[in-house]
């Protein structure tokens, strides 16, 4: 039975307004990217969560609970430099504090060269070990720390400026907390700055670097409260195209200077358990987006997805 002109003038209307409702609802454009990124990617199983001023808008599931804990790879690491951060604002510590004023060592590498990836360590000698270290909870940070300070003794002058982004620097700030706190390192971060987190049973022998898990509800959240609200600022380091690098993240300010941080994770052994990556950003416009996958993916799709929900947030 064949419809009147009417109605299904009526229902066409109907479907065009549904349309653009949808395209005109972020929350419905970035479920849409995303969904489009994982099968562009190849990614069977992920989440994402996106935040407006700190509430949540959208939640996308696919084969991944968004409150359920992920690996954050190197997202981790902004936990790392918010909690020293932390110590700093408290006047526990200096950006411009020497290492020696801190460990047993005489190299003179400031805090703040460290956690910009400024300190002169630039061979990561983490790298080909951290498979090795899957699936063992035993801390890496300080023989890392111990093995970096011990090969690079000479250059870690504090002289050093060139960004050379390394594990290692990371792994040394987890002892540096240790050391001015007085406690293991997860336990000193997940006090002071109130954290829904551990570390993760797989990966959490690389802690400050790597070794966290936290769902991506909670990350956003903390992402949201303790990047996207604190004002900008030393230390950092500048890096091409307007970009710098500073409190474990990457940072751009746009032509209106509404600023943005972002940062990727990433862990590929290419066998066995553990291979997935993460992505985090807070814009300008109060936005704020998580999402984690469970694949090897290569640079390219870690810069489409950051293209994807950048242009779903902000272009629109």
Not at 53 to 65: F, L, M, N
Not at 86 to 112: E, F, K, N
Not at 135 to 149: F, H, I, M, S
């Amino acid at each position: 039975m064949s419809l009147p002109w009417r109605v299904l003038l009526a229902l066409v209307a109907g479907l065009s307004l549904a349309h653009a409702a949808a395209q005109a609802d972020p929350a419905a454009r970035i479920t849409a990217a995303f969904d489009r990124w994982m099968a562009e990617a190849g990614v069977a199983a992920g989440a994402l969560v996106l935040l407006k001023d700190g509430a949540i808008t959208a939640r996308v599931a696919r084969g991944r609970a968004t409150d359920a804990p992920a690996n954050l790879q190197s997202l981790s690491k902004a936990i790392t430099a918010l909690c020293l951060a932390d110590l700093v604002d408290d006047g526990l510590a200096r950006w411009d504090m020497a290492l020696s004023d801190i460990l047993d060592t005489d190299a003179s590498v400031t805090l703040a060269q460290l956690v910009t990836h400024t300190s002169g360590l630039t061979r990561d000698g983490t790298q080909w070990r951290m498979a090795r270290w899957r699936g063992d909870p035993a801390p890496r940070w300080a023989e890392v720390t111990a093995r970096a300070l011990a090969r690079d003794r000479g250059r870690l002058d504090g002289t050093a400026s060139a960004y050379a982004y390394n594990n290692e620097n990371y792994a040394v700030l987890g002892v540096v907390i240790e050391a001015l706190t007085g406690n293991p390192y997860p336990e000193a971060c997940v006090r002071r700055l109130d954290l829904d987190a551990r570390l993760s049973p797989l990966l959490g022998g690389y802690g400050p670097f790597g070794g966290w898990q936290m769902s991506p509800e909670a990350y956003a959240r903390f992402h949201h409260d303790r990047l996207a609200g604190r004002p900008f600022g030393p230390p950092f380091a500048r890096l091409p195209r307007g970009a710098a690098y500073g409190l474990g993240t990457l940072t751009r300010s746009d032509e209106t200077g509404a600023r943005t941080y972002w940062h990727f994770g990433l862990v590929c052994f290419l066998f066995g358990p553990g291979d997935g990556g993460s992505f985090a950003a807070s814009y300008g416009t109060g936005y704020t987006v998580v999402a984690v996958y469970d694949r090897c993916v290569s640079r390219a799709d870690m810069r489409a997805l950051q293209t994807a929900v950048t242009t779903a947030l902000v272009k629109g």
